[in-house]
């Protein structure tokens, strides 16, 4: 059971938390493109504005935040975790993009400037294991976007209840390096809370060198109709659409089974 015990272990392991930014980074080079193609298919689509200036919230290593730099957009990235703030910022300069990378948390944060549109991917709002900090998210995004501008993400659904839990295991190779992942998700739910437990391993081998990278952490989820609810709630955004996976025809509603939602709203 996922209870306040186990909220304290998860505040006394944060600091250790996505502390392996090198593999990490290799590991999860999965679907970034296609997954930068749909937001900026977003941007064109749905933003009141011209998106120039986007700030991507818990930008981990960066895979969307290289992207978006790549084609050209100005960006801001934040994140918890102080190791891939640095890694991200020896990242953009090695190919001499600028950018304000802030160590903060998401659910209290400004920016220097404001931007015209916020992502925040591969379910890192999850890490929010309270409506209320959820809540104050919201404001915080709304408070760093312009009028118009947009703020997408991506949120794991459940969509078995006798066996929630999903894993999976797969190799990436970078020149000499080997990083074996694997990762579950939705293990342990507590009904109540909606908090659940997701353990990460990567196994890295170099040069003859093996180093396993260990990491667990509380994550919570959320369903469609309570986060309308509290988008409404935390006020100062319309909803606009949401999808399943990052296909712009597949929207919401008309799918079977949806794993993952990607939800766009913009600022009012
Ligand atoms: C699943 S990773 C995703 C990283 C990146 N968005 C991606 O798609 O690869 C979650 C990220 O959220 C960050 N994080 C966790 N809690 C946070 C918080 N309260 N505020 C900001 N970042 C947080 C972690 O440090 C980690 O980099």
Redesign the pocket.
Known sequence: MVGRQALRLREKS?DR??SA?RF??IA?ELN?KS?VDFLVHCFKRFSRRPVRRVV??????????MRLADRGYEMSG????PR?IQFLRERLARKGHKGELVV????D?RLARPVDAA??????Q???LKTE?LVA?LQAVGRCLKRGGLYVFDRYMVSSWTNPARRWTWSKRRGRLIVRASFSALNDVDPVSQVFR?RMTLEAIENGTRRLYRQT?LSRMIFPQELKTVVELAGGFEFVQWFFGFKPHQVLERSRHPIIMVVVLRKK
């Open positions: 944060r938390e996505y930014p990490y980074e999860f970034r997954e991507d919230i818990a930008c981990g290593t960066g895979p969307h935040l934040l994140d918890l975790s891939n903060g948390d998401m659910s944060f992502i925040c991917m591969q379910d890192s999850g890490h929010l900090q998210h997701e952490h």
